[in-house]
């Protein structure tokens, strides 16, 4: 088995994965360098990427790696900080995440992903087009989200199936989690903000789901 290690906008390295080889990228790794990476990870019938970073860093790696088709590369996780895909995944942080990552075994785990091709790490979260609240109807499967107002909606990948599950914010109520394969929204427009990367374009229908291919994380 080869361990690479993807270094993200400049993250520490844990001193247990010091002596690999490593390969330094921006906080959002960019096509090119991944190119240049996986055909020599390729050689090895058992590759492992450990990548440092954050959410949005992971899931540009894992979208490349779906629409290349290399989802058989073994992925470790190592954040800095916890961050929603550390909690939603069971990573742990720093040294800690490291040594799973080094020591643990593949698990096949639900690929998240939405309407626009991307992966969806830790959470996405939906708002109204001018930031205030998001109007429409959106739907977990069979069931329904929610229809009217609401203040946000927030979507977020699961360790095991179905695969997501989506909750909205109504003032003070408590939240309430409902679990599926996917979540549907249909909006007269809204901005979605993935893994802390907010789109760049106002949508009327958005979603998230399951893709037909689980990803590989070491933990």
Same mark, same amino acid.
């Given at each position: 088995?080869?361990?690479?290690?993807?270094?993200?906008?400049?993250?520490?390295?844990?001193?247990?994965?010091?002596? %690999?080889?490593?390969?330094?990228?921006?906080?959002?790794?960019?096509?090119? =360098?991944?190119?240049?990476?996986?055909?020599? +990870?390729?050689?090895?019938?058992?590759?492992?990427?450990?990548?440092?970073? /954050?959410?949005?860093?992971?899931?540009?790696?894992?979208? #490349?790696? +779906?629409? =290349?088709?290399?989802?058989?590369?073994?992925?470790?996780?190592?954040? $800095?900080?916890?961050?929603?895909?550390?909690?939603?995944?069971?990573?742990? =942080?720093?040294?800690?995440?490291?040594?799973?990552? %080094?020591?643990?075994?593949?698990? /096949? =785990?639900?690929?998240?992903?939405?309407?626009?091709?991307?992966?969806?790490?830790?959470?996405?979260?939906?708002?109204?087009?001018?930031?205030?609240?998001?109007?429409?109807?959106?739907?977990?499967?069979?069931?329904?989200?929610?229809?009217?107002?609401?203040?946000?909606? #927030?979507?977020?990948?699961?360790?095991? +199936?179905?695969? *997501?599950?989506?909750?909205? #914010?109504?003032?003070?109520?408590?939240?309430?989690?409902?679990?599926?394969?996917? +979540?549907?929204?249909?909006?007269?427009?809204?901005?979605?903000?993935?893994?802390? $990367?907010?789109?760049?374009?106002?949508?009327?229908?958005?979603?998230?789901?399951?893709?037909?291919?689980?990803? *590989? *994380?070491?933990?």
């Amino acid at each position: 088995m080869s361990t690479h290690v993807l270094r993200c906008d400049g993250a520490p390295v844990p001193i247990a994965l010091a002596s %690999l080889p490593l390969t330094q990228t921006a906080a959002i790794p960019d096509t090119g =360098t991944l190119d240049e990476l996986l055909p020599v +990870m390729a050689a090895d019938s058992l590759p492992r990427l450990i990548v440092l970073g /954050e959410d949005a860093g992971l899931a540009a790696v894992l979208t #490349h790696l +779906m629409r =290349t088709e290399r989802l058989h590369v073994e992925i470790g996780y190592v954040p $800095i900080d916890r961050t929603y895909g550390s909690r939603a995944y069971e990573t742990g =942080t720093g040294s800690a995440a490291a040594k799973r990552a %080094l020591e643990g075994r593949p698990t /096949e =785990t639900p690929l998240i992903r939405d309407d626009t091709g991307k992966v969806l790490i830790g959470r996405a979260t939906i708002v109204g087009e001018d930031g205030g609240k998001l109007e429409g109807e959106a739907y977990v499967d069979d069931t329904r989200l929610f229809t009217g107002k609401v203040s946000t909606l #927030h979507v977020s990948p699961m360790l095991d +199936m179905p695969g *997501l599950h989506a909750t909205v #914010h109504r003032g003070l109520r408590k939240k309430r989690w409902v679990a599926g394969r996917a +979540m549907q929204l249909g909006t007269p427009g809204a901005l979605v903000t993935r893994d802390g $990367i907010t789109a760049d374009r106002v949508v009327k229908r958005s979603t998230f789901y399951r893709h037909h291919e689980p990803w *590989l *994380l070491v933990r």
